[in-house]
């Protein structure tokens, strides 16, 4: 790894541009969507009560410091009783996903935001917003789970064999 001084670094470290996803998701047309859907999907013959697949352009951006701070704000703690081991009391799970789309999703390659407040996820459809959820997750690992590699990238089992077989000292101590 090249070792760089801070400065030199200072672009590289900045949250970047947001990257362009398609995301595909449901909608149960109803009395006040019913118009806008025709227009859209350009379907004449639909009615109140089809179930119509849409896809959307949304960009994602990777979670900046303040944005991260906002997403903090689901966890609750306990620092009352021990301030120095606090307890997390409670996680808001709503604020938690809507916090992070907040902070990741975008409407364009500029950056600007899609939802501007809680109550903009909050409103909104559930299918929709397990859509681009999953795309941010892609982007932000929200769950935190190591990216997936295609076998062709990964050892086998076999060709592990020899790391696997060295000995590494016990750290208990042999009794005598």
């Known amino acids: 790894m090249a070792k760089t001084n801070l400065k030199a670094l200072r672009k590289v470290t900045q949250s970047g541009a947001?990257?362009?996803?398609?995301?595909?998701?449901k909608v149960f047309a109803t009395e006040e969507n019913l118009e806008d859907l025709k227009e859209l999907t350009s379907k004449s013959e639909m009615t109140v009560g089809d179930e119509v697949e849409l896809e959307g352009q949304v960009?994602?951006?990777?979670?900046?410091?303040?944005?991260?701070?906002e997403v903090?704000?689901?966890f609750e703690w306990d620092v009352v009783t021990n301030p120095d081991g606090p307890v997390l009391k409670e996680i808001n799970g709503s604020r938690l996903v809507?916090?992070?789309?907040?902070?990741?999703?975008?409407?364009?390659g500029k950056?600007?935001?899609?939802?501007?407040?809680l109550t903009d996820v909050y409103t909104s459809d559930p299918k929709?917003?397990?859509?681009?959820?999953?795309?941010?997750?892609?982007?932000?690992?929200?769950t935190g789970k190591?990216?997936?590699k295609n076998s062709s990238e990964m050892n086998s089992g076999a060709n592990l064999s020899s790391t696997e077989s060295v000995e590494v000292p016990s750290k208990k101590r042999k009794q005598t």
Not at 19 to 25: A, D, L, P, Y
Not at 98 to 108: F, K, Q, V
């Open 59 to 69: 960009f994602i951006k990777r979670l900046s410091f303040i944005a991260q701070q």
């Open 72 to 74: 903090a704000k689901a």
């Open 18 to 25: 947001p990257i362009e996803r398609t995301v595909t998701w």
């Open 111 to 117: 950056g600007t935001p899609f939802f501007t407040s």
């Open 128 to 142: 929709f917003i397990d859509a681009v959820y999953q795309e941010a997750d892609k982007v932000n690992n929200f």
């Open 146 to 148: 190591s990216p997936k």
């Open 98 to 108: 809507a916090s992070r789309l907040i902070g990741s999703i975008c409407e364009d």
